[in-house]
């Protein structure tokens, strides 16, 4: 599904963030891809989501090679994406109603199925009754869940997520978690960054960075 | 074609709620366009009406062709005839010198004894009205009837009209260069009021564009905000001309005395209204589009 080949990214006059990246993930898959601070790890999601472009080497998603793709083909390739970052990125002076649906709007979809989806999504993330409330009324736990509302409802093949329980207690980070698995089992692809992969009830695959460099690409089973 | 509506539609629907969110700074922005625009238009008003009165004027002009004191009566009836046979003459009119005598003594209220005058000073005269405005036609008859035998002097009454009408033409040049300046200035204050709307919007167009938003679906409300400023601004200036109509008419009513209900002001036809309402949504697509989309252009994702 995605395939890294020897991808390095770096920005003028600065050493290369990534240096020699390859690695492939599957369709499905759960992946946590970890390390310290400053290792890298942000900004290999920017390059999984084609937000930022390789410096070198070649990224393959679904046998499409991103750097053949025309840069108005971008926004369309995002859509297959449901990010969700370590800010949230919420608008703060919409509902999170219109947060959630924004998405679904960028992609063209009725004002019915607008409706019916996003209470969906909120539905599934437990804030339905918040449909009407702005984001800067919901505690940190809350406004993460909304971030994931808003990347699931347009159902993507791939959930993307950047250190999603950073800043979050155990019980709020363990209810978060909970809501990507149960994503990944009814067959979505996961990526989450985190300093350090989580007892995770299913399997998953750790890809360890450290300084920029792919150290520890392995799958690990663990639990069960 | 159905989807494309629809994003169209989305996109007037959240230019709406936009400018309703910012209704005072929206309204300040329709009343500029509304006031820069109502300039040159009054001006053209004016010229338009000014145009259209000396016309009215031209049209009633006479030639006045005096006649020497010894004419016999058979020049007369030959330069009569001469006239009569001119395609760009309309009315011939034959004043005998005593009928203007008695006309003169009426209107002056004295008589030829009272005066001292022992006989008629004035000649007999033709009175001829055009039915062409055409400066080289009417210099060609003028040319024409002051060759003829007896014809003493020829006076177009129209000289100053062409004085009038030239000047008319230097004010409408004037007013479109006027017109074109104030266009670019309105394009400069839309273009600005809509890149600090991006620069307002910047976290939705960051956040909007990492989750698959393309440029034009980030542009259409801005776009379309321009019309509504554009088509505000138009109906702005609609209500201006409209009500400086009025107030012109109402002055030129006190001096009806003295031009007898000639300067009437009429305002700009439809198809005018409906050229300034399409110009002035013009300037609100052109500014708005160049400055979003640069702006736009200009704004990085967020970290």
């Known amino acids: ?224 | 074609m159905f989807h494309y509506l629809r994003n169209h539609i989305q996109a007037f629907f959240r230019a709406i709620i936009r400018v309703k969110s910012n209704w005072p700074s929206s309204i300040i922005m329709i009343l500029v366009i509304g006031i820069t625009l109502c300039l040159p238009a009054t001006g053209f008003l004016l010229v338009e009406n000014a145009s259209k009165l000396s016309s009215k004027i031209e049209y009633e002009a006479e030639i006045s062709i005096f006649l020497n004191k010894s004419i016999s009566q058979d020049q007369i009836d030959f330069i009569r005839s001469a006239l009569e046979q001119s395609p760009a003459v309309k009315k011939v009119n034959f004043e005998p010198k005593i009928k203007a005598w008695e006309k003169l003594q009426e209107k002056l209220k004295i008589n030829s004894l009272d005066a001292g005058i022992s006989e008629n000073p004035l000649p007999d005269a033709f009175f001829v009205t055009l039915n062409t405005l055409d400066s080289n036609i009417v210099d060609s008859l003028y040319n024409d009837i002051k060759v003829l035998e007896g014809v003493k002097e020829v006076i177009i009454d129209s000289g100053w009209l062409k004085k009038l009408r030239s000047l008319l033409y230097l004010i409408k040049a004037g007013l479109l260069v006027l017109g074109a300046l104030l266009a670019m200035v309105l394009t400069v204050v839309i273009g600005n009021t809509i890149r600090l709307q991006t620069l307002t919007h910047q976290k939705e167009i960051e956040v909007s564009r990492l989750i698959g938003a393309t440029d034009s679906f980030i542009l259409r409300p801005f776009i379309y905000t321009g019309i509504f400023y554009g088509i505000g601004g138009s109906f702005v200036t609609i209500g201006l001309l409209t009500i400086i109509i009025e107030l012109f008419n109402r002055i030129a009513f006190k001096f009806e005395s003295i031009f007898g209900g000639l300067i009437i002001f009429s305002n700009l036809t439809p198809s005018k209204y409906i050229f300034l309402a399409i110009f002035a949504t013009a300037l609100g697509i052109l500014a708005s589009y160049f400055s979003a989309s640069r702006s736009i252009r200009t704004i990085k994702n967020i970290d």
């Open chain 1, 1 to 224: 599904m995605i395939k890294f080949n020897s991808v390095f990214k770096g920005y003028p006059g600065t050493k290369d963030i990534l240096q020699n990246i390859s690695f492939e993930i599957d369709s499905g898959e759960l992946v946590f891809v970890t390390g310290s601070s400053g290792a890298g790890k942000s900004t290999l999601l920017k390059l999984i989501s084609a937000i930022e472009s390789p410096s070198a080497g070649e990224i393959i998603f679904d046998n499409q090679n991103l750097s053949d793709l025309r840069t108005g083909d971008m926004p369309y390739l995002r859509r297959k994406f449901g990010m969700i970052f370590q800010d949230h990125k919420l608008l703060f002076d919409r509902t999170c109603f219109e947060n959630v649906a924004l998405p679904l709007a960028i992609n063209d979809t009725t004002s019915v199925d607008i409706s019916r989806r996003v209470r969906a999504a909120l539905n599934k993330v437990g804030l339905l009754e918040k449909e009407k409330l702005m984001p800067i009324t919901l505690s940190g736990g809350e406004q993460q869940r909304l971030a994931i509302a808003r990347a699931i409802v347009s159902r993507p093949a791939i959930l993307i997520a950047d250190e999603p329980t950073a800043n979050l207690d155990k019980k709020y980070a363990d209810e978060i978690m909970s809501i990507f698995y149960s994503f990944q089992q009814v067959g979505v692809t996961v990526i989450i960054s985190s300093h350090e992969a989580p007892q995770s009830p299913i399997q998953f695959k750790e890809f360890y960075l450290m300084h920029g460099e792919l150290v520890k690409p392995q799958d690990v089973s663990l639990l069960t």
